[in-house]
């Protein structure tokens, strides 16, 4: 079945520095992709998403492309600050042969801290 | 525009009890799924709801039962609780066209003692 791989966190990072989770996938067909952010205490923010191979998603500074030659989706930011401590979470939703669908496959989810 | 209500916030029953928790949509969406988020082993799908139906279902125990009423708040119910059901529960609703995003709740916390 479908799945999404995250690399292992926690990450910790000085304010400023470069950002990159690495995210790749297993989906036959042609699914959807997308980064979740989670603060603490609060449920999941939709940070950014692309639906078709080549597109680029971004958000606040975020980017990730969909790469379907790698099945991968990783997520960057140039320069990260305090505020994007946080867990992020790369999800697929695979309409290809359901249709609209509520129900997406995540990742494990990667720790994010970053120390002014 | 008010975004995904779930309640309660935080919950405590006993083994064996059974738990009803409640989500309200964003205006105008129509479809809603209930995920289950835990420490061991993430976030897990629960179903998906569209026009009172059950339209997916992921692989939990028949214990885990859900519905969807004509003005798409949703509800779910976990019946005969066990430790393990311990988790966030955290609702999702969409407006169920082409790619359209899932916009979640800030989630139930229940604890099963």
């Known amino acids: 079945g479908d799945s999404v791989t995250q690399m292992e966190g926690p990450v910790t990072l000085s304010e400023e520095a470069f950002l990159t989770i690495n995210c790749t996938y297993t989906a036959t067909g042609y699914p959807s992709l997308f980064w979740y952010v989670q603060y603490p205490g609060e449920g999941l923010q939709l940070l950014l998403k692309?639906?078709?191979?080549?597109d680029k998603g971004s958000n606040k500074g975020f980017e990730a492309t969909y790469r379907k030659e790698t099945t991968s989706f990783h997520l960057e930011k140039g320069s990260v600050q305090v505020s994007d401590s946080a867990v992020y979470f790369c999800?697929?939703?695979?309409?290809?042969?359901?249709?609209?669908?509520?129900?997406?496959?995540f990742g494990q989810g990667t720790t994010l801290q970053v120390k002014p | 525009k008010a975004g995904v209500t779930q309640t309660p916030r935080y919950l405590i029953k006993t083994r064996g009890q059974q738990v009803t928790l409640s989500c309200s949509p964003i205006?105008?969406?129509?479809?809603v799924s209930w995920y289950q988020q835990t420490p061991g082993q993430g976030l897990q799908f629960l179903f998906e709801y569209f026009s009172e139906t059950q339209r997916n279902k992921g692989n939990f125990p028949g214990r885990f039962s859900g519905r969807q009423f004509s003005n798409s708040r949703s509800e779910m119910n976990v019946s005969t609780l066990e430790l393990g059901d311990s988790a966030l529960y955290l609702c999702?609703?969409?407006?169920?066209?082409?790619?359209?995003?899932?916009?979640f709740g800030n989630g139930t916390r229940l604890t099963v003692t």
């Open positions: 999800a697929l939703t695979n309409p290809t042969y359901s249709g609209n669908t509520g129900k997406l496959i």
């Open positions: 999702a609703s969409s407006l169920d066209t082409n790619n359209s995003p899932l916009h």
């Open positions: 692309a639906t078709k191979a080549d």
């Open positions: 205006s105008g969406h129509r479809s």
